[in-house]
C-alpha cells in the first residue's frame, strides 16, 4: 500500500529546462512528485508544457546577462512558498562553434564569447546558489552542476572557452562542497560524455566508435543520477563528480 503524507512536494530549481538533459530531468522529477520550477530565456511554452506545470513554475531569464539572473534570484524565492529549496540543478550551457560548426579553440575564440560562455556555464551556477542559500538550507537541500568530459581533456568540437568553463565549475563544486556541507547543502557534479541532444556537433559518429559501449548516451541517463544526487541514495556524497559517458574516458 502506498503511504499518503499531507508533506508539500519538494521544488527543484533547473536551469536549461526547455530541451535535452534538461527536459528529461523535469520528465523525472516531475513523475516522482516534485514541483519543478524551470528557467530559460524561452517564455513559459502554454498550452505545449506535457507536465501539469503553470506558467508560475517557469522564470524567463537570460543567464548570461548577471543583472537579469540577480533578478531572477528574487523572483525565484517569491515562489518558494515555505522558503525551501530542495534541490538546484544548474544544467544551462551554451557551446558557441565557429562558422559551419569548427570548434573555436583558444586562437578563434574572442572576448566577448569568452565572458558569455563564462557567465553562463561558469557564474550564473554560483549566483544562484549563492543567492538561494537560505532556501537551500532550510531544506537541507542539494546542488548538481552538469559540466562535461570536455572539462577535463581536449575534445574534437567542443570549444576552447566551454571546456574551461566545464574545469572552472567543476573546481567549483570542489569550493563550494567544502563551503555548503557545514550547512547540510550537498554540492556534486555530473560530468556527460556524448549525449544525445542538440548540443552535439555533426561527426560525433565518429568518437561513438571509440566509446566503450559503442552509443551515444540518453538525456534520460543522465536525468536519472541527476535524481539520485538530490535524493535520500546519495546522502553522503559531497564533492563528487560522476562521469556518465558510457567509459568514454578510460
Ligand atoms: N549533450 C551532451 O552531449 C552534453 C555533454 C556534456 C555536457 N553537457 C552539458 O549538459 C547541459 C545540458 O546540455 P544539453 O545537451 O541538454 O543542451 P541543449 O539541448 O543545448 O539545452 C541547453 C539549455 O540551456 C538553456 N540556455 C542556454 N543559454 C541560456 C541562457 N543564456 N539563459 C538561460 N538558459 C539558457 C536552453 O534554453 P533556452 O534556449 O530556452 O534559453 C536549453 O534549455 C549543458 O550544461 C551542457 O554543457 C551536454
Known amino acids: 500500500m502506498v503511504a499518503v503524507t499531507n508533506q508539500p512536494p519538494r521544488i527543484m530549481l533547473l536551469t536549461g529546462a526547455s530541451r535535452g538533459i534538461g527536459h528529461a530531468t523535469v520528465k523525472r522529477f516531475s513523475s516522482a512528485g516534485w514541483r519543478v520550477i524551470t528557467c530559460s530565456r524561452q517564455a513559459f511554452p502554454g498550452e505545449q508544457c506535457p507536465w501539469a506545470a503553470g506558467p508560475e513554475d517557469h522564470i524567463q531569464?537570460?543567464?548570461?546577462?548577471?543583472?537579469?539572473?540577480?533578478?531572477?534570484?528574487?523572483?525565484?524565492?517569491n515562489r518558494l512558498p515555505n522558503g525551501e529549496l530542495h534541490a538546484l540543478v544548474n544544467n544551462a550551457g551554451i557551446s558557441p562553434k565557429g562558422p559551419n560548426g569548427s570548434r573555436l579553440g583558444t586562437l578563434d575564440t574572442d572576448h566577448t564569447t569568452w565572458m558569455q560562455v563564462?557567465?553562463?556555464?561558469?557564474?550564473?551556477?554560483?549566483?544562484?546558489?549563492?543567492?538561494?542559500?537560505?532556501?537551500?538550507?532550510?531544506?537541507?537541500?542539494?546542488?548538481?552542476?552538469?559540466?562535461?568530459?570536455?572539462?577535463?581533456?581536449?575534445?574534437?568540437?567542443?570549444?576552447?572557452?566551454?571546456?574551461?568553463?566545464?574545469?572552472?565549475?567543476?573546481?567549483?563544486?570542489?569550493?563550494?562542497?567544502?563551503?555548503?556541507?557545514?550547512?547540510?547543502?550537498?554540492?556534486?557534479?555530473?560530468?556527460?560524455?556524448?549525449?544525445?541532444?542538440?548540443?552535439?556537433?555533426?561527426?560525433?559518429?565518429?568518437?561513438?566508435?571509440?566509446?566503450?559501449?559503442?552509443r551515444l548516451g540518453t538525456p534520460d541517463e543522465v536525468a536519472k543520477i541527476i535524481y539520485v544526487l538530490c535524493t535520500e541514495t546519495s546522502s553522503y556524497l559531497n564533492g563528487a563528480e560522476i562521469l556518465i559517458n558510457g567509459g568514454q574516458h578510460v
Open 61 to 77: 531569464v537570460d543567464l548570461g546577462d548577471p543583472d537579469d539572473t540577480l533578478a531572477a534570484v528574487e523572483e525565484i524565492k
Open 118 to 214: 563564462l557567465q553562463v556555464n561558469f557564474l550564473a551556477p554560483i549566483m544562484l546558489a549563492r543567492g538561494l542559500i537560505t532556501e537551500l538550507t532550510k531544506a537541507q537541500g542539494s546542488v548538481v552542476n552538469v559540466t562535461s568530459i570536455a572539462g577535463s581533456r581536449v575534445h574534437p568540437f567542443a570549444g576552447a572557452a566551454y571546456a574551461t568553463s566545464k574545469a572552472a565549475l567543476a573546481a567549483l563544486t570542489r569550493e563550494m562542497a567544502a563551503d555548503f556541507g557545514p550547512l547540510g547543502v550537498r554540492v556534486n557534479a555530473i560530468a556527460p560524455g556524448e549525449i544525445d541532444t542538440a548540443i552535439l556537433s555533426p561527426g560525433t559518429d565518429k568518437i561513438v566508435a571509440q566509446i566503450p559501449m559503442r
